[in-house]
């Protein structure tokens, strides 16, 4: 018994010890909704060295989030509706393939298969949104192949998500769409009553969490993938637009999303933070008024290490706030941005129109570095693999650079010292509290 107890103390210190010393592969095994988790937080890290400054080329502006996966990098185009997969390293395309349709939605990742949405922005005259051919694809991730499509009479401009075994998309027809990942058939349609135009799905808890537009009011949504039925649906009447075009980041037992109310001229841009289980609003704070710009309305937010951080296109301006209370704890005056930041280390990285990627303090928002690159970095934003940060531009390049081109070298390594120092003292104190557990069963014995 002695030996048993102490084999099972060893097992829970081991628990603690990274698995991914020495990493073959560059980037995670799966990518399976937008921006890889639910608090929109697009890193990932296995001690992999930072790749080199690089840029993947493509045949058409990029509005997608790249996705990493393995040694691969996956990207479509806006308006030719072209897809590629890259080695990552060295920047070769290994395939190319084609939509019908713009590409807004990741490439995103499962078991060997890519899974894409198509469509449009453009209305018809029933109120669906989305002209010409819309759906989503399925292709071999090794050889670009199309394995299946699922055609929809609305747009599929939203990431789609893959949960266990099914495929699940919400779309300008006021549809989501659960289908079968292996043969493209549907398994199962519910109606959503508005119209989603790029508010790709945050899977939390084994719900689905995205915003709706027309017709007004607009609406929030939950929707459980166990029952395949909504859980709630929250209206906003005094929203104008937005709503239907925000990720929404979630943690723990809150949704965040942002939208415009007011008149179309000079909105103002809302951040709301519902509760996950019911829908109700928790709070709601004002980023401020400002001039309406066209297409991507309202900032992507992101949660980090208990923060929300979001830019908003309104008021130029990029914010952090405390998830739990609402409160605002910094702003930094820039210009319009409309992508989703992300976090690592104490640090967050932003881009804009200009095609500037800022490096900001997560805790003060002091300005600790920056990069020009070219193009619009909109609307999708930067993610960080390894150290390496990769973002997609409108000049059609899906750009790479490590972070220490980004900020001095000696501040990075200083801001990862202290967040690492963090990491094992938090783990340390969880070891000691497992000894003292096992030192407590032990005299109970």
């Not at 890259?86 to 349709?101: L, Y």
């Not at 998830?323 to 319009?336: D, P, S």
């Amino acid at each position: 018994m002695k030996k048993i107890n102490f084999m099972v103390f060893i097992a829970l210190l081991v628990s603690f010890i990274p698995t991914t010393l020495f990493a073959d592969s560059f980037g995670p095994d799966e990518w399976n909704q937008y921006r890889y988790s639910s608090d929109k937080n697009a890193v990932y890290d296995n001690d992999s060295e930072p790749l080199s400054a690089l840029s993947y080329d493509t045949l058409d502006e990029v509005r997608a989030t790249p996705v990493i996966v393995g040694n691969r990098l996956f990207i479509g185009n806006h308006n030719t509706g072209d897809l590629f997969a890259f080695d990552i390293e060295n920047g070769e395309q290994i395939w190319s393939a084609k939509a019908p349709n713009w590409i807004h939605s990741e490439m995103i990742y499962q078991d060997g298969r890519v899974f894409v949405g198509f469509g449009n922005r453009f209305f018809q005259e029933n109120g669906i949104r989305g002209t010409e051919e819309s759906g989503v694809l399925a292709l071999d991730a090794e050889t670009g192949e199309v394995l299946w499509k699922y055609n929809t009479d609305g747009e599929v401009m939203p990431t789609p998500v893959v949960y266990k075994e099914s495929v699940y998309i919400v779309t300008g027809d006021k549809t989501l769409y659960k289908i079968n990942p292996n043969n493209g058939e549907l398994v199962h349609k519910s109606d959503i009553g508005s119209v989603i135009s790029m508010s790709s799905p945050a899977v939390h808890k084994n719900t689905l969490f995205f915003g709706g537009g027309r017709p007004t009011p607009y609406t929030f949504s939950a929707y459980s993938l166990k029952k395949d039925e909504f859980v709630w649906q929250t209206e906003f009447p005094k929203v104008i637009a937005g709503l239907d075009d925000v990720p929404p980041a979630v943690h723990g037992n809150l949704v965040v999303t942002t939208a415009l109310e007011g008149n179309r001229e000079t909105p103002e841009h809302f951040m709301y933070a519902l509760n996950r289980k019911n829908g109700k609003i928790v709070w709601k704070k004002s980023l401020g008024k400002g001039e309406m710009v066209s297409n991507n309305k309202s900032g992507a937010p992101m949660i980090y290490d208990n923060k929300i951080y979001v830019g908003s296109p309104i008021t130029k301006t990029f914010y952090a706030y405390d998830l739990k209370t609402g409160e605002q704890i910094w702003k930094y005056k820039n210009e319009v941005m409309k992508a989703p930041p992300v976090a690592q280390n104490g640090i967050v990285y932003f881009s804009n129109t200009l095609g500037y990627v800022y490096a900001l303090d997560a805790d003060s928002g002091e300005e600790l570095g920056k990069k020009k690159l070219n193009g619009k970095l909109a609307p999708a934003g930067p993610v960080i693999v390894n150290d390496t940060l990769f973002v997609g531009s409108q000049d059609s390049k899906v750009y790479r650079l490590p972070l220490t081109d980004i900020i001095n070298e000696d501040v990075l390594a200083s801001k990862a010292k202290s967040n690492s120092m963090q990491f094992y003292i938090i783990g340390l104190l969880i070891v000691v509290l497992i000894g003292l557990l096992f030192i407590a069963l032990k005299r109970r014995r």
